[in-house]
């Protein structure tokens, strides 16, 4: 099926550090999402892109949605502790509509955090 | 709590046996849609509700699988005569049809033992 390159696989940082983890796709997405998901939870949703070339930020967070619409990065600024976790882009075709919304996941990015 | 809610949280079964997940969305979300992860791995397409109605279903859904979402509120999934292969974590997300964003319940770990 159809597949998110998300890279890198993982990070060790220091608190305090910015981190920048991105994704790309061979196919076009109308929609770039970013979810956290720590051990034993399901993925928690952080970020939502809709638009080609759209920059959003929530908080120390910071995302955006690639102009090809084929690629999204996300940046973590001030890392601290309670930023570890493994964190996933999904890509969805169309947004509203009468698509059915199925979402398309990377492989994620494990992130670690050092006090 | 408003948040999608899935129960059990763990179940550990015997292979062959038959268990049934349930997950109760957000309110007033039309759209349910049900994923798997295995370890390492991002979360993979199921299937998909809008209202009661199936959808769609992935190949990954095979015979021994089967949703329901009789009344277009919560769901059910369930797995006929288990592998150790359907060892997972089951995850159900809900959306509404105008905003697209998908939420996602704390999932259910499924272990056969």
């Known amino acids: 099926g159809q597949q998110l390159n998300q890279s890198p696989q993982s990070m060790f940082i220091q608190e305090g550090e910015d981190v920048s983890m991105n994704c790309t796709s061979s196919?076009?997405?109308?929609?770039w999402l970013w979810y956290k998901q720590e051990p034993g939870e399901g993925p928690v949703l952080l970020i939502a892109?809709?638009?080609?070339?759209e920059l959003t930020s929530n908080g120390r967070l910071t995302a955006q949605f690639g102009i090809t619409r084929k690629d999204s990065f996300l940046n973590i600024s001030a890392s601290i502790p309670s930023d570890v976790g493994i964190y996933f882009c999904?890509?969805?075709?169309?947004?509203?509509?009468?698509?059915?919304?199925?979402?398309?996941f990377g492989q994620g990015t494990i992130l670690t955090v050092h006090p | 709590d408003t948040g999608v809610s899935q129960n059990p949280r763990h179940k550990i079964t015997k292979r062959g046996q038959n268990v049934t997940f349930r997950c109760d969305p957000i309110?007033?979300?039309?759209?349910l849609y049900w994923y798997r992860q295995t370890l390492g791995q991002g979360p993979e397409f199921l299937t998909y509700?809008?209202?009661?109605?199936?959808?769609?279903k992935s190949r990954l859904l095979s015979d021994r699988f089967s949703a329901e979402r009789p009344k277009g509120s919560f769901s059910t999934l369930e797995i006929q005569r288990t592998e150790q292969g359907d060892s997972a974590m089951y995850l159900c997300?809900?959306?509404?049809?105008?905003?697209?964003?998908?939420?996602f319940g704390q999932g259910t770990r499924l272990t056969v033992v």
């Open positions: 999904a890509g969805q075709l169309r947004p509203g509509g009468t698509s059915y919304g199925k979402l398309t």
């Open positions: 997300a809900s959306s509404a049809i105008v905003i697209t964003e998908a939420f």
């Open positions: 892109l809709y638009k080609a070339g």
């Open positions: 509700f809008q209202n009661e109605a199936q959808l769609e």
């Open positions: 309110s007033e979300h039309n759209r």
């Open positions: 196919s076009i997405f109308n929609t």
